[in-house]
C-alpha cells in the first residue's frame, strides 16, 4: 500500500454535480467547501495549479469530516474517486481498510 497513488482526473464541472448530490446527502457537509467557479481566465497555468490546489483542499475536507465523525466514507465518495480502480471490492470496503486508503490518499497529497 505504500506505493499507491490517486490521480483524479475530473473537469471542475463533475466536482460541482458530485458537490452538489453529497450536501444533499450529508446535509452537514459545509456547501461553500467547494472552491468557486470562474468564469475568466480559466486556461492559465497559475489558474489551473491554483484550482487544482484548492479541489485538493476540498478532497481533504471531506475525508477530515468522515473521519473525524468516525462515518464510513459514502459510496457516491469512493465511485467519484474510482475506489474501484485500486482495490477489490467484493460488496464493500469496510470502514477500517477505507480509513487506511484514505491516510494513504491524503498522504500522497503531502509529497
Not at 66 to 82: A, H, Q, R, V, W
Request: net charge positive; proline share 6%.
Amino acid at each position: 500500500m505504500d506505493d499507491i497513488r490517486w490521480t483524479v482526473k475530473k473537469r471542475y464541472s463533475e466536482f460541482a454535480e458530485f458537490h452538489e448530490g453529497l450536501v444533499k446527502l450529508v446535509p452537514a457537509i459545509d456547501p461553500k467547501s467547494l472552491p468557486p467557479k470562474k468564469l475568466l481566465n480559466k486556461t492559465s497555468p497559475d489558474f489551473i495549479q491554483r484550482r487544482r490546489t484548492a479541489l485538493d483542499c476540498y478532497l481533504k475536507y471531506l475525508f477530515q469530516f468522515f473521519t473525524n465523525k468516525s462515518i464510513p466514507l459514502p459510496e457516491c465518495l469512493m465511485g467519484f474517486l474510482d475506489f474501484h480502480l485500486y482495490v477489490k471490492r467484493e460488496k464493500q470496503i469496510d470502514f477500517v481498510y477505507s480509513f487506511l486508503l484514505l491516510r494513504k490518499f491524503m498522504e500522497s497529497f503531502e509529497n
